[in-house]
Every structure is written in C-alpha cells, then in structure tokens.
C-alpha cells in the first residue's frame, strides 16, 4: 500500500495484506477481461477471474458472464446465491438478463465450496436446461464453468455442453 509522508515529501511503502492482494489481482483481471479487444473463447481465458471471485467462498454462488456477437464480455454478474451444498437457478431469471445486456452468448460459472471439480447430475441437468432455454432467444451458453479451491473446470473441456 502507498501512503504519502507529506512531512519529507517521500512515498511509504507498507506490506499488503492478503485480501489487498486479491483485490488488486481481481481489479486486474478485471480490467483485461473488460477490454474489447478481449475475446473469451477459450475456458483458459476466463478461468483465473472466476477463480478469484469464487474459489474462497463458503457457501455456493452462481455468476454469469454476458458476451456480445464477438465473444467479448459485456458484463459479469452474479444472479444466484445458495447454501454450501446448493443453489437453486431459475432458467427463466437467466434469459430475461440475457435479454437485458443484449447478449448473444454466455458463460455461467458456480463454485463447489466442497473442493470437488466433479459436475453433479444435478450441475449436467441445470446446463442442458439453461442451453435449450437460452436457445429459445437465440442466445448461445459458451460455457458452464465450476470452480473450487482446487482449481476450475470448464463442461467445454468435458465435452457436456
């Protein structure tokens, strides 16, 4: 942290601590995924932001990530909040923001507070409702991302999109 000594005129230093750390980290990562330039077409791309938000919570969350025709994000936001071991999702909540931000593609992410990276039938059953939904208005879900501690996984990698 920089604090300014306006008696010598010089900058100070001080140790950050670790939150200030990560909340530097996030603002960064942020600030990337928020560039126009920034395509997100890749789960690579996205994961590590995720990561940050969700990896450290308690209990579960679920965050949405709306892209524009060029896979650049429009907005992040989170939707749903839930148990440690749940969360309900409304399809239908999904689409009227989609509807919102003019999306035309989304990535959605929840946390696994337990650590595991394993999709429940539960997390398959929620993606298929979520793409056929979606695809009712002509909106693509990209992704269904799930985070932990552990690390992240992406249903693109495995094949369950």
């Known amino acids: 942290m920089k604090l ?50 969700l990896a450290g919570l308690t209990h579960e969350e679920f965050w949405v990530m709306w892209l524009d025709a060029g896979m650049r994000l429009i907005a992040c936001e989170r939707l749903f909040i839930g148990t440690i071991r749940q969360i309900v999702v409304h399809p239908r909540e999904v689409v009227k923001r989609a509807l919102h931000h003019n999306a035309c593609s989304v990535i959605v992410a929840h946390n696994h507070p337990s650590g595991g990276l394993e999709p429940s ?21 990209a992704d269904h991302v799930l985070v932990s501690a552990c690390g992240f996984t992406s249903f693109a990698w495995l094949d369950l999109l």
């Open 121 to 141: 039938e539960s997390d398959i059953h929620l993606t298929r409702q979520l793409k056929d939904t979606l695809a009712l208005v002509d909106v693509t879900l």
């Open 4 to 53: 300014f000594n306006k008696l010598t005129r010089h900058v100070l230093y001080t140790l950050a601590d670790e939150a200030e750390v990560l909340h530097c980290a996030e603002k960064i990562l942020h600030q990337r995924l928020n560039r126009s330039e920034t395509v997100l077409n890749s789960p690579d791309a996205i994961g590590g932001y995720l990561q940050l938000k």
